[in-house]
Nanobody, 120 residues
Framework: QVQLVESGGGWVQPGGSLRLSCAASGTIVSINTMGWYRHPPGKQRELVAVISGGTTNYADSVKGRFTISRDNAKKTAYLQMNSLKPEDTAVYYC???????????????WGQGTQVTVSS
């Protein structure tokens, strides 16, 4: 069984920073892409950032402010969020494509979500 567990959300004032973590656990054979999505209130879920190998991609709204990284040995992805704005307020979800001992091919997994609130 594979699990993704996020941490690091919370409340921060505009201009502040937060760092999210996503740790994968279970009988993991291989992790392909890892990424972060967010679900703002009243809006649809959207891609924030994704990392695959050494390649990263970001939503235009977070470019230059957010940085995604990954520690393969720890099976953990990070999202460093700087210069946060009220419009960054959302539930942030970790996503990963993982092959486990029980599956054939890569399966899409989601974390439980962590709330990020940016307000004064």
């Amino acid at each position: 069984q594979v699990q993704l567990v996020e941490s690091g959300g919370g409340w921060v004032q505009p201009g502040g920073s937060l760092r999210l973590s996503c740790a994968a656990s279970g009988t993991i054979v291989s992790i392909n892409t890892m990424g972060w999505y967010r679900h703002p209130p009243g809006k649809q879920r959207e891609l924030v950032a994704v990392i695959s190998g050494g390649t990263t991609n970001y939503a235009d709204s977070v470019k230059g402010r957010f940085t995604i990284s990954r520690d393969n040995a720890k099976k953990t992805a990070y999202l460093q969020m700087n210069s946060l704005k009220p419009e960054d307020t959302a539930v942030y979800y970790c996503n990963a494509r993982i092959t486990s001992a029980q599956t054939i091919g890569f399966i899409n997994y989601w974390g439980q979500g962590t709330q990020v609130t940016v307000s004064s």
